[in-house]
């Protein structure tokens, strides 16, 4: 009996390994962003479609987008791209991808195979971007208004449910602020 | 092709550590000797093929090759030389290599200075460091080889180091907190080579305590120097943040500090044997943990390195095997080291455990903050929350104040037993002048009754008072001053130091604290602000032209009490290759005070804002740890590490003899 509490620290420390295991596979839906409300911070990166045209925030859309944070690595993105898809389809905002440490390659072959439903694809293959944006992982989206301020977060897969609950509000919301600002 | 060079030096790196961790080891235990023998080249080997692959990613580097990735990624053509050469510790998978390089030298240095030390043990020393080799250059290999290439088409230019990475103090950082943090694998390699040997004496914590000292005072040069590169880097005019990243550290400097207490014990009195071994054990996981937090992506911070699971998953598994491998070896081999003398109430054993408990209790407190967040997580199953620094110092200063009123007397207590008698003999006077003169100096100066403050000044005069009494009545018997200061042992002093550094670093964390103040202003040129004694003037700024970067750089004079003080020149930095802004702050540290002035954005009207500091003893932080790691290296040089030329059965049958003499010390 007195020698079982000489195994306390390896127990102890087996219970740690398992949270910690635990830990590295948890959604990474962390703190709020601190960007919510403000602007989208610039970059000047390349971007899947336009060559060697270096993007920058003034070839955004002056509407409100989604901007939303990919890598043909990702599973979650995977269930997420039918419903940017089908959102692409019927016109209802435009959405903006970013290639979030990810190759060129890589990244084409898996629109090509599953669809694009992307207006624009930054590149932001080091993930300095990523940095700036607060970007803990893809898949991450963030919802901008016309003027091109954050003004809504969605860290994780988005599901259809989340689509109609959280997203598609938030969307119409500015784009009716963005038409009565424009009449 | 010289990169790959670099790769395939790192391969036969790794190949010869697989032999080092099985071979030497396997001897050890069947008493081969050819294969024990081999322990010293194979590490030597080890080391050889480490520096080469070092030297060729310096050399890509040095010469712009951005076909490799992580040159790509962190060089520049126009980053100044110094930087390039450090830029290989800049990111994740150089800093990786030169960590690993680190152990490599760490494993020469026990091969070469431990010639004392019977083979078979050395034998068992090297091998487990050369296990841990495997895992570390295996990690790189396969997750992160910094010799990766960006083929067929590389990028004509690199995309910059880190901006907040071009700095001095990034130089030497790194390279002493790694330094700091492998040694720890030295004393862990002692302790898994005891419990496999099954001898652990005072011979044992004698070959092992100079390596846990100097791994211990490298430690804290490198914990200190991020502090400083944190407070005049980063411009929150903060120098510590309980960040997820700076605690893993901390943790293992303080079951470092635990450990060399305890070692002391197991030296002189042949006690605390297996908690001993635990703590080398632990300090060693701390380190890996460290290593984990930062590399794993597991907690999110301002400095961690890369976010990847795989990267993640393969640490925690060498993490599980290694650590919990040698707890699973301490569970079953610890009870054959009994510790054989007891000791009395008020001995000096028992202030040691009492250090080594408020230590332990210290570390596993930050561990619970630092890790709480994602435990809560996984159980929550999704929500997050965040452990702020209230927590850490509610627990963390009480704890170090109930350590500082230990500290002033465990130094005095001796051995064995200790008669309280002489306790209160030596130290009545000590505690009546710290609390009369403690109270006395702060009231006298402000005029007021600051509670903070004056709980500081006693602490401190009452470890300062009784350092001296303790030093006078050690000298007292003898004939002269000079003869008797000459008597006592550099390890004596070395502790006295590290002592005195230490309720430095105390006295100043907790003075400025109390007494910092800031103020952010809005200021056109010629407009003035306040703020204590000191009047800072705006006078405008110009733009100035760095190697690799554009700035504004301000100008502002500042004046006490109406009477000029100094001109300083902060800068808002902007890094062209990598369109990144950086500020460079203007600051004025003097012994008692600093005046720090961060220049923020310009405004359309031509004003700019600022935030003005200033932050009284907040060089005593630093100052003291240099006290501290001073300390800690005059102990190591103490003769008595090398005097003793022991042959294998000699130092097996050696006790702590010495132990009586040790009331001195």
């Known amino acids: 009996m007195k020698n079982l509490k000489l195994f306390l620290p390896v127990i102890v420390f087996a219970v740690l390994a398992v949270f910690m295991w635990r830990g590295l596979y948890l959604d990474s839906r962390t703190l709020p962003s601190m960007l919510i409300d403000r602007e989208l911070p610039d970059f000047e990166l390349r971007t899947l479609e336009l060559g060697d045209q270096l993007a920058t925030v003034e070839d955004l859309p002056d509407e409100p987008f989604i901007l939303n944070i990919w890598g043909s690595y990702c599973l979650p993105c995977l269930q997420e791209n039918p419903i940017f898809m089908a959102a692409r389809e019927q016109d209802l905002v435009p959405i903006i991808g970013v290639n979030y440490k990810d190759t060129d390659n890589a990244a084409r072959e898996w629109l090509d195979i599953n669809g694009n439903p992307f207006t624009l694809n930054i590149v932001d293959d080091t ?19 016309a003027n091109g301020f954050i003004r809504y977060k969605h860290i994780g897969t988005i599901d259809y449910r989340a689509w109609q609950d959280e997203i598609m509000p938030v969307v119409r919301q500015l784009q009716s602020e963005n038409q009565v600002a424009g009449s | ?42 590490t030597a080997g080890v080391f050889v093929f480490l520096s080469i692959s070092l030297v060729i990613l310096g050399y890509s580097f040095v010469t712009d090759d951005f076909s490799v990735q992580f040159v790509a990624n962190h060089s520049n053509t126009n980053l100044p030389l110094q930087y390039k050469i450090t830029a290989v510790w800049g990111g994740h998978e150089g800093s990786f290599l030169f960590w690993t390089w680190m ?4 494993m020469l240095a026990v091969a070469i200075f431990s010639k004392s030390v019977p083979e078979e043990f050395i034998a068992r020393v090297l091998g487990v460091m050369g296990l841990i080799c495997v895992g570390y250059t295996l990690f790189m290999l396969a997750t992160s080889n910094p010799f990766d290439r960006v083929l067929p088409l590389p990028p004509a230019d690199g995309a910059d180091l880190n901006a907040a990475l071009q700095d001095f103090a990034f130089i030497v950082h790194p390279p002493s907190l790694y330094m700091g943090y492998v040694g720890f694998s030295v004393v862990f390699a002692f302790a898994v080579a005891a419990l496999l040997s099954g001898r652990l004496d005072a011979a044992w914590a004698r070959w092992c305590r100079p390596w846990a000292n100097a ?190 009123v230990l500290l002033g007397i465990g130094p005095v207590a001796r051995w064995k037993r200790t008669s309280r008698e002489y306790l209160r003999q030596q130290l009545t006077r000590v505690a009546i002048a710290a609390v009369v003169l403690g109270v006395a100096i702060p009231v006298l100066l402000t005029m007021s009754v600051p509670l903070g403050t004056i709980g500081v000044c006693v602490l401190a005069l ?138 923020g954005d310009p405004r359309d009207n031509g004003a700019w804002s600022m935030t003005l500091y200033v932050k009284p003893f907040v060089r005593w932080i630093w100052l003291g740890t240099i006290f501290i790691a001073f300390g800690g290296i005059l102990a190591v040089t103490d003769k008595r590490y090398r005097r003793y030329k022991v042959s294998k059965q000699a130092a097996a049958d050696e006790q702590p003899a010495e132990a009586r003499l040790a009331g001195e010390h």
């Open chain 1, 127 to 145: 993930g300095r971007y990523g940095i700036d944006l607060g970007v803990y992982g893809a898949p991450e989206t963030f919802i901008v208004d």
């Open chain 2, 1 to 42: 092709m010289i990169p790959e060079l670099g790769n395939f030096a790192l391969i036969l790196a790794f190949c010869l550590s697989i032999v080092l961790g099985t071979l030497p080891i396997i001897g050890a235990a069947r008493d081969n000797t050819l294969w024990m023998s081999l322990a010293r080249p194979l």
């Open chain 2, 103 to 106: 152990l490599g030298g760490w």
């Open chain 2, 215 to 404: 791994a211990w005072a490298i430690l804290t040069l490198g914990l200190s120097l991020g502090s400083w590169w944190a407070y005049y880097e980063l411009g929150w005019g903060g120098w510590w943040a309980w960040d997820p990243v700076e605690n893993p550290p901390l943790i293992t400097w303080l079951l470092g500090a635990a450990m060399i207490h305890s070692l002391a014990a197991t030296e002189k009195r042949g006690v605390f044997k297996s908690w001993t071994v635990l703590l080398a054990i632990m300090a060693f996981a701390s380190s890996l943990l460290g290593t984990f937090i930062t590399r794993s992506g597991l907690l999110t911070s301002v400095h961690a390195f890369a976010t990847d699971p795989t990267r993640g998953v393969y640490i925690l598994g060498f993490l599980g095997l290694i650590v919990g491998g040698s707890l699973l070896l301490y569970a079953i081999r610890a009870p054959i080291l009994k510790s054989e003398f007891g000791f009395g109430n008020w001995s000096r054993e028992v202030f040691l455990l009492a250090n080594n408990l408020i230590l332990v209790v210290a570390s596993a407190a930050i561990l619970l903050g630092t890790l709480y967040p994602m435990v809560y997580q996984a159980v929550s199953g999704g929500d997050l929350i965040s452990v702020g620094p209230p927590y850490f110092n509610t627990i963390f200063v009480p704890l170090m104040g109930i350590l500082v």
């Open chain 2, 462 to 599: 009452w470890i300062m008072f009784s350092m001296l009494r303790d030093v006078a009545s050690k000298v007292a018997n003898k004939p002269s001053l000079m003869a008797g200061l000459k008597s006592l042992p550099v390890s004596y002093w070395g502790m006295q130091l590290a002592h005195f550094g230490f309720v430095m670093t105390m006295a100043g964390a907790c003075l400025t604290s109390i007494y910092s103040i800031e103020r952010s202003v809005l200021l056109q040129a010629g407009q003035q602000a306040d703020l204590g004694r000191y009047t800072f003037v705006f006078e405008g700024t110009r733009p100035v032209q760095g190697p690799n970067y554009i700035a504004d750089e301000g100008t502002i004079r500042v004046l006490r009490e109406g009477e000029f003080l100094r001109t300083l020149h902060p800068q808002k930095q902007l890094y062209t290759a990598s369109n990144t802004p950086a500020t460079h702050m203007g600051i004025d540290g003097r012994f008692l005070r600093d005046l720090f002035v961060t220049l």
